[in-house]
């Protein structure tokens, strides 16, 4: 593809997600199923808004169903996936599209992650990427029953290996994913860079007051409530020490810290560096927490075995302990936080849930977000 990120002073190729290629796949194998004529490329429109071209390849068709590959382009990201091909198979069904994982598409095998236990780990963006393309194929063709759709990764056990799928119990397979359909490519030094250029760009326009996010989360989480706002705010990833280094060095006074508790749990242990090949922590933090908190021993010993941080705090919750963990972490992530700016500026933090919502602030965090607003509002 054609799109391209500037970034650490060069140009690098945008790529698509696994998503878009199983959706492609199989969008165009529903096409041909249905109109029973050979294509070979298929456009498809992802969530951020591009339009890919994909060529198919492998393409097999027969009377009853109909089966093509689009190759995974990483672009100048570095990414395991990069060439693979995910294939999709379409069948008649009796109504609606129906998606399932096949040879390579590994299985969901404990609670807490995107999808279901024992559910294919094809995960819900995808999903229903894969089930709008299907359905306009559909009614482009007044098709009044259903679709069913198969994907597969031949080399995906293989890959699976090599990644954190089998410590986040999905066995068997890679996972389909991505949420915007584009991958932007940025190396470590790059994504600092681009960090350090932000929080520049925001001090030499007079703000005295930083904004930071983590991600796609943090940043819908702000646009929903202060769209104006979140439009200030400076996305640091997980490299939330690199940022705050950034911040002392360029003399603003204020830092606030937008993020899902997922990443900033890990601030309760001092981690500045939230990339899961760095440090994880996550439960070792909430379980230290809820012991300060005074939470049940045989609560606390079910905690280390969660996937996600959202699964934890479900397990404290139900034992009514949700509140009292939440303020001993932010206690904890605000002594670290201070510790990382040596008091050189005011900072705090705000985490919040999908399912909980806001879980708590750090002793400074009302204060500045009042701040923040009137500044930003200025």
């Known amino acids: 593809m054609n799109e391209y990120v500037y970034c650490g002073g060069k140009f690098l190729r945008c790529g698509y997600t696994t998503g878009s290629c199983a959706a492609g796949a199989a969008k165009a194998a529903s096409e041909m199923l249905l109109s029973g004529k050979k ?40 990414d395991i996936t990069n060439g693979i091909l995910i294939y999709a198979k ?166 606030l810290i937008v993020g899902h508790i997922g990443k900033l749990v890990k601030l309760g242990a001092g981690i500045m560096n939230t990339h899961s090949s760095q440090a994880d922590g996550r439960m070792d933090v909430l379980v230290t927490s809820g012991l300060l908190a005074g939470a049940d021993l045989s609560v606390l010993r079910r905690i280390p075995d969660c996937v996600t941080v959202d699964e934890a705090l479900v397990v404290l919750s139900d034992a009514g302990c949700l509140k009292e963990t939440s303020e001993i972490l932010m206690k904890r992530a605000q002594f670290y936080l201070d510790a990382k700016v040596n008091k050189r500026l005011k900072i705090g933090a705000v985490m919040f849930s999908n399912k909980f919502g806001i879980i708590g602030m750090t002793d400074t965090a009302r204060e500045l977000w009042n701040d923040i607003l009137e500044e930003y509002n200025g």
């Open 39 to 78: 294509i070979s490329c298929t456009r498809l429109m992802t969530p951020k808004g591009i339009e890919l071209e994909l060529d198919l390849l492998d393409i097999v068709i027969s009377e009853d169903k109909v089966s093509c590959a689009v190759r995974k382009d990483s672009g100048d990201d570095p």
């Open 90 to 255: 379409a069948e008649r069904a009796n109504s609606g599209v129906e998606i399932i994982g096949g040879e390579g598409i590994g299985t969901v095998t404990r609670n807490g992650l995107d999808q279901p236990k024992g559910s294919a780990a094809i995960n819900s963006i995808p999903r229903k990427n894969i089930t709008d393309a299907v359905s306009n194929i559909m009614k482009h063709y007044n098709y009044k029953g259903g679709v069913k759709i198969t994907l597969s990764v031949p080399d995906g056990k293989e890959l699976a290996e090599k990644t954190y799928n089998p410590r986040m119990g999905i066995e068997g397979g890679i996972s389909i994913i991505g949420t915007t359909g584009i991958v932007e490519p940025m190396s470590t030094s790059a994504i600092i860079e681009t960090i350090r250029m932000e929080e520049r760009v925001r001090r030499s326009e007079g703000y005295k007051s930083l904004l930071l996010t983590i991600g796609n989360y943090s940043e819908s989480f702000l646009h929903n409530r202060l769209p104006d706002i979140s439009e200030k705010s400076v996305k640091c990833s997980n490299y939330i020490g690199n940022a705050l280094d950034a911040a002392v060095e360029y003399g603003f006074e204020n830092v």
